[in-house]
C-alpha cells in the first residue's frame, strides 16, 4: 500500500526560531513528487514546497527548506526564523501518474 | 498563479435530495482532477481520480453510484452526490493537475456539505 505517515500530530515552536516536521512515506514507483502544503483555517490548500525525485538537491523556497532523504522514503520539512503566520495544518504529500497521497497532518503552534 | 474554483463554496441539502459540485480550472487545463474528502481536524482522503473523457476511478470504499464524478472537459469535473445522507456531510476539495507540466497541482477552495 502506498502511504505517507507524518508521526507529529502537534508541534509547537517560537517566533524565530526553527521547527522541523517529519514525514515518511512508501511507493513503488520510481517518477514521484513530494510536497509540503498547509491549510490554514479557511481550509485553502498552498502549496508550501515541492520536491522531484529524481533530483538528489533539496528544494528551498525562501525560509522553507526539505531534507530529502530518498533511499529512506523520508521528507522533512524545515521552516527557520519561524512567523506568526505559519501556524496551520501541515500536510506531506506525494503525487505518482495515478494519484495523490497525504500524511494525517501536523498541526504547527508559533508562540509569539 | 493557476486559479482553480469550486462552486458552490457551501451547501445545505435535505436528506434523499442530490447536489451537484462543480470543480473548474480557470486559466489552465487539467487532465486530471482529484476529488477528496476532508472531515473536521482530518487529513485529505482521496475520493476518486477524474480523467478528462473517461470513467472516474475511485478508491476502495467509495460508491461510485453515490458519487458520481463526470469530466467532460479539460476545465471542468463535477462530484455529484446523489441520495444524500447526513453522514455525507462534510467538507469536499477538488485539485487540478496543469497538463503543461504533469505535477503541478492547484486545489479549489473547497465544498462544504451539509445534509439534514
Known amino acids: 500500500a502506498q502511504t505517507v505517515t507524518q508521526s507529529q500530530p502537534e508541534m509547537s515552536v517560537q517566533e524565530a526560531e526553527t521547527v522541523t516536521l517529519s514525514c515518511t512515506y512508501d511507493t513503488s514507483e520510481s517518477d514521484y513528487y513530494l510536497f509540503w502544503y498547509k491549510q490554514p483555517p479557511s481550509r485553502q490548500m498552498i502549496l508550501v514546497i515541492r520536491q522531484e525525485a529524481y533530483k538528489q538537491q533539496n528544494a528551498t523556497e525562501n525560509r522553507f527548506s526539505v531534507n530529502f532523504q530518498k533511499a529512506a522514503k523520508s521528507f522533512s520539512l524545515k521552516i527557520s526564523d519561524s512567523q506568526l503566520g505559519d501556524a496551520a495544518m501541515y500536510f506531506c504529500a506525494y503525487l505518482t501518474t495515478w494519484d495523490m497521497r497525504f500524511g494525517a497532518g501536523t498541526r504547527l503552534t508559533v508562540k509569539p | ?116
Open chain 2, 1 to 116: 498563479g493557476a486559479v482553480v474554483s469550486q462552486h458552490p463554496s457551501r451547501v445545505i441539502c435535505k436528506s434523499g435530495t442530490s447536489v451537484k459540485i462543480e470543480c473548474r480550472s480557470l486559466d489552465f487545463q487539467a487532465t486530471t482532477m482529484f476529488w477528496y474528502r476532508q472531515f473536521p481536524k482530518q487529513s485529505l482522503m482521496l475520493m476518486a481520480t477524474s480523467n478528462e473523457g473517461s470513467k472516474a476511478t475511485y478508491e476502495q470504499g467509495v460508491e461510485k453510484d453515490k458519487f458520481l464524478i463526470n469530466h467532460a472537459s479539460l476545465t471542468l469535473s463535477t462530484l455529484t452526490v446523489t441520495s444524500a445522507h447526513p453522514e455525507d456531510s462534510s467538507f469536499y476539495i477538488c485539485s487540478a493537475r496543469d497538463v503543461r507540466t504533469g505535477y503541478e497541482q492547484y486545489f479549489g477552495p473547497g465544498t462544504r456539505l451539509t445534509v439534514t
